[in-house]
T-cell receptor
Framework: SQQGEEDPQALSIQEGENATMNCSYKTSINNLQWYRQNSGRGLVHLILIRSNEREKHSGRLRVTLDTSKKSSSLLITASRAADTASYFCATEDYGGATNKLIFGTGTLLAVQP | DTGVSQNPRHKITKRGQNVTFRCDPISEHNRLYWYRQTLGQGPEFLTYFQNEAQLEKSRLLSDRFSAERPKGSFSTLEIQRTEQGDSAMYLC?????????????FGPGTRLTVT
């Protein structure tokens, strides 16, 4: 089963603009991760934020986490055409021994050159 | 540094046939995961290996599915008597036993089409 919803389902912006996508989840978490998937390919890890962190930056990425609302957001600044991809949030199975990931439904980002 | 590899990348099969996929994780990664992803959805967990031991299976993994990791290195996922509903991308991921961060390294996936 999916962990939660991502919003929006699809987003189209112009190169240079910022892109914001949101993720909601259902259970308690150890951490929340964001992955990128180019069309029809495997996933690439972008950034991880722990449950005791509220904000984290990595290059052009900024992630926020609000555990009281069980939500996270991913901001990509100064977007490029190469950022066109699907973006997924994922949480680790809380309290489990396997650290399996539970993914959201994804946001499809299209950056127009 | 070689990443996770999966073979074949694409497989087209007729309903009722058996198929087998292979995953080669990053060397020395003890943990290995299989996920399935259908169109427009996020990946869903199928099964987990720690070394050669299969420690968790999702209820998505029906009796027609079997996975092995005989020597704690590569893994295979077999689907018997395939059905059209099995059409999906099958993803493999690996991590060291202790990552400290939880990041999983994914292979490119095997896209299965059942006709």
């Amino acid at each position: 089963s999916q962990q939660g919803e991502e919003d929006p389902q699809a987003l189209s912006i112009q190169e240079g603009e910022n892109a914001t996508m949101n993720c909601s989840y259902k259970t308690s978490i150890n951490n929340l991760q964001w992955y990128r998937q180019n069309s029809g390919r495997g996933l690439v890890h972008l950034i991880l934020i722990r449950s005791n962190e509220r904000e984290k930056h990595s290059g052009r990425l900024r992630v926020t986490l609000d555990t009281s609302k069980k939500s996270s957001s991913l901001l990509i600044t100064a977007s490029r055409a190469a950022d066109t991809a699907s973006y997924f949030c994922a949480t680790e199975d809380y309290g489990g021994a396997t650290n399996k990931l539970i993914f959201g439904t994804g946001t499809l980002l299209a950056v127009q050159p | 540094d070689t990443g996770v590899s999966q073979n074949p990348r694409h497989k087209i099969t007729k309903r009722g046939q058996n198929v087998t996929f292979r995953c080669d994780p990053i060397s020395e990664h003890n943990r290995l995961y299989w996920y399935r992803q259908t169109l427009g959805q996020g990946p869903e967990f199928l099964t987990y290996f720690q070394n050669e031991a299969q420690l968790e299976k999702s209820r998505l993994l029906s009796d027609r599915f079997s996975a092995e990791r005989p020597k704690g290195s590569f893994s295979t996922l077999e689907i018997q008597r395939t059905e059209q509903g099995d059409s999906a991308m099958y993803l493999c991921a690996s991590t060291p036993l202790w990552t400290g961060e939880g990041e999983q390294y994914f292979g490119p996936g095997t896209r299965l089409t059942v006709t």
